[in-house]
């Protein structure tokens, strides 16, 4: 069992910010081909968010950019995501993912590519 924890997640005010951390393993740190942070709010699906790949380049989802940023500190087996200038329609159930299975045609943002998930940090944003 590889395990994926994370936290920083709570309630907050329209506008404000949060940063969730995702602490995994060496195992992950070393074998993933990306990391992800996924979502999903009630009666919808769960949509990518952001992901960041072996060389460190990211990708976001359109309705995050310039709003969230992912990073990840290898040294402390840690992914993170920063949320700036948070609205309603960002609360959700945040899960952050690992993909140590190889895909010729890797797709960040598809959930099937990820084979390592933690429990997920609720995320409430009031107006």
């Known amino acids: 069992q590889v395990p994926v924890v994370e936290s920083g997640g709570g309630s907050v005010q329209v506008g404000e910010s949060l940063r969730l951390s995702c602490t995994h393993s060496a195992y992950t740190t070393h074998n993933s081909n990306c990391m992800g942070w996924f979502r999903q709010a009630p009666g919808k699906e769960r949509e990518g968010v952001a992901g960041?790949?072996?060389?460190?380049?990211?990708s976001y989802a359109d309705s995050v950019k310039g709003r969230f940023t992912i990073s990840q500190d290898n040294a402390r087996n840690t992914l993170y995501l920063q949320m700036n200038s948070l609205k309603p329609e960002d609360t959700a159930m945040y899960c952050c993912?690992?993909?140590?299975?190889?895909?010729?045609?890797?797709?960040?943002?598809?959930?099937?590519?990820?084979?390592?998930w933690g429990q997920g940090a609720q995320v409430t944003v009031s107006s």
């Open positions: 993912a690992a993909a140590t299975v190889y895909y010729s045609r890797p797709m960040w943002s598809l959930p099937t590519q990820y084979n390592y």
């Open positions: 960041i790949g072996t060389d460190g380049s990211t």
